[in-house]
């Protein structure tokens, strides 16, 4: 009976607080932490602190592991064959350059505010409660979903390591599941779970092995660099044979958008602020380090693969396997599979590092069941994170196909990374400087306008001297920002309000990385088929839904009424002081 009264007692109370959510929205959507309750109040909320054992060097390893194994092995064979033809590689530029924008933004951020919510954190600090979570649950889809493909991929190049002609021969087919969920990859399970239990045990012994496998990694890479353009048909291959181009401009920079999903390693050393010694050194190093590596890598590889095979004739399954199998290199083909799979391997290991203390902080939040926030005191892992994700990212890698994924994972990571250099100029121009609200958020809408107007002008294929003339716009209207900035800065420091002048910033050049950051977002964006649009939709639908559901009740429950017990307990002491105070004064002769 007592069990039954509790149940009708909990649902009781929760039909009452869905009565409540109007007001809940009201009070929690646009609430905002300060980055001082972020690094120490909120954090007390996992129990036991993670241990400060990472240094720079740990950070640009995992960083450079996080990327590699992704983007080289995973999309370029794809996108080079389908997209962009040839000049993959330039795509990989574009990626890379709007990627580098993204982690200066990211950089700027991570001197100032240094937990280990990543996105989340600074997003929750500058535009409130809602976007945070907006920010931080599509971080963690791209996450899981990259993981699982990518651990999809370890299968095929493991197969080929072996000697395995069919990269699908380790796959079990079933019949009556739909096209692209119907192949299950237990291999790709059981090495997910593997790395989950590597990461429950210790963050510095996950790091130095993935530092091993990075190492060796790069040698692998300087392998096959060498040895492709040493035995490939050099420029005749990327010419032939339909020219460098085949697709087009378009083609390569839709191209782009796609192979963006290979940068999402990045970030997640910002997850890893409150494991680092020095982070306001360290972070810098480790994020624009390991982007500026990786980059050069991404671009080298995928070039030196059109040089050994022609774009149409690439595998989409094991590329490089494969592709050194048509020029005769048979032996080193399953050299290359097994140090794709190395690859894979260290790349899975630090993203799955970094998916585990997003969902941490976002519990910390209570936006998520709270006993996801917990940090084990021995180990000093997000132990309950890790382990959860970890069977989400295994049940997804044994049904789902790369392709039905690939660009829903860019679509998700390019508007997160447009939210975040948003976040970074208006909190710098409005929460610690001088303009006014409105006057930042005009001159973002009119950034974010302009980049769409050229992105549509673009992709309708109309006359060039449109892209130029919104371009130009674009830059006017940063530079007239900034300079209006500049005059109420100075007009603030004649008048003695240092005080409440904006710090410098940490990066240099800024702003203009972060509104260039806005714009190739938003361009990126729109080269996007429709259907990744379809299901991103979905997505946002759902994880609202959960946040109105649950979420905002779960942190009005934990901020707004803990104020008033606060409150309460103030008003209680402060009735029992005047009698002390009398006494006080009676006792005094």
Request: aromatic share 12%; with cysteine; net charge positive.
């Amino acid at each position: 009976m007592n069990e039954r009264a509790s149940k009708e007692q909990s649902m009781s109370k929760y039909i009452h607080s869905l009565s409540q959510t109007p007001h809940r929205l009201k009070s929690r959507m646009l609430a905002r932490w300060t980055p001082d309750q972020e690094v120490n109040q909120v954090r007390l909320r996992s129990g036991a602190d993670m241990k400060r054992k990472l240094r720079w060097f740990d950070l640009v390893s995992l960083g450079v592991g996080g990327m590699l194994g992704v983007g080289v092995f995973v999309t370029t064979g794809p996108v080079a064959r389908d997209i962009s033809g040839p000049a993959v590689f330039i795509s990989y530029m574009i990626a890379g350059f709007s990627a580098l924008l993204s982690s200066l933004c990211y950089t700027e951020f991570s001197v100032n505010v240094p937990v280990a919510g990543g996105a989340f954190s600074y997003l929750r600090v500058t535009f409130g409660e809602f976007i945070g979570y907006f920010g931080g649950v599509n971080i963690l889809l791209e996450y899981v979903l990259s993981n699982a493909a990518v651990a999809r991929s370890f299968t095929e190049y493991m197969c080929t390591a072996i000697g395995v002609s069919d990269p699908n021969a380790w796959r079990v087919k079933v019949i009556g599941l739909t096209k692209g969920y119907n192949e299950l990859d237990f291999p790709a399970v059981v090495l997910i779970l593997l790395l989950t239990l590597c990461l429950c045990h210790s963050t510095k012994e996950s790091s130095m092995l993935n530092l091993v496998m990075t190492v060796f990694h790069v040698i692998f890479f300087g392998f096959v660099i060498i040895a492709g353009f040493c035995h490939g048909d050099g420029v005749k291959a990327l010419v032939e044979p339909q020219g460098l181009t085949p697709y087009g401009a378009r083609g390569v920079v839709n191209g782009a958008a796609v192979v963006y999903f290979s940068y999402i390693g990045y970030d997640t050393v910002s997850t890893l602020a409150e494991e680092i010694q020095n982070p306001s050194f360290s972070l810098p190093v480790g994020i624009i380090g390991s982007v500026s590596v990786v980059s050069v890598l991404y671009c080298l590889m995928s070039l030196v693969l059109c040089v050994m095979v022609p774009y149409d004739e690439i595998s989409k399954s094991a590329s490089y396997a494969v592709a050194f199998r048509r020029i005769g290199w048979g032996w080193a083909g399953n050299v290359v599979g097994a140090g794709a799979s190395l690859g894979i391997v260290a790349s899975l290991l630090v993203a799955m590092l970094g998916q585990a203390r997003y969902l941490c902080v976002i519990g910390r939040a209570r936006l998520v069941p709270s006993c996801l926030a917990k940090v084990h005191p021995s180990t000093g892992t997000p132990l309950n994170a890790t382990l959860f994700l970890g069977i989400c990212t295994a049940t997804i890698a044994l049904f789902t196909d790369l392709e039905i994924v690939m660009e829903l994972i860019s679509l998700g990571t390019l508007c997160v990374f447009y939210l975040v250099a948003n976040a970074l100029l208006y909190r710098k121009y409005t929460l610690t400087g001088q303009n006014a609200p409105f006057h930042t958020l005009s001159f973002l809408a009119l950034l974010s306008s302009f980049s769409l107007a050229f992105s549509l002008w673009w992709k309708l294929n109309k006359p060039w001297w449109g892209l130029t003339l919104f371009i130009a716009i674009t830059i006017a209207v940063t530079a007239f920002f900034q300079y209006h900035t500049w005059s109420i800065t100075s007009t603030a420091n004649k008048n003695l309000l240092t005080s409440s002048c904006p710090s410098k910033w940490s990066v240099p050049f800024m702003p203009w990385p972060a509104a260039a950051s806005v714009f190739l977002n938003v361009f990126l964006t729109t080269t996007l088929k429709t259907v990744s649009f379809q299901r991103f939709a979905i997505w946002t639908c759902l994880v609202t839904m959960f946040y109105v559901l649950y979420g905002v009740h779960r942190t009005y429950e934990a901020e707004e009424m803990g104020r008033v017990e606060v409150v309460e307990i103030h008003v209680t002491s402060t009735r029992v002081q005047p009698e002390k105070l009398d006494n006080v004064q009676m006792a005094i002769p």
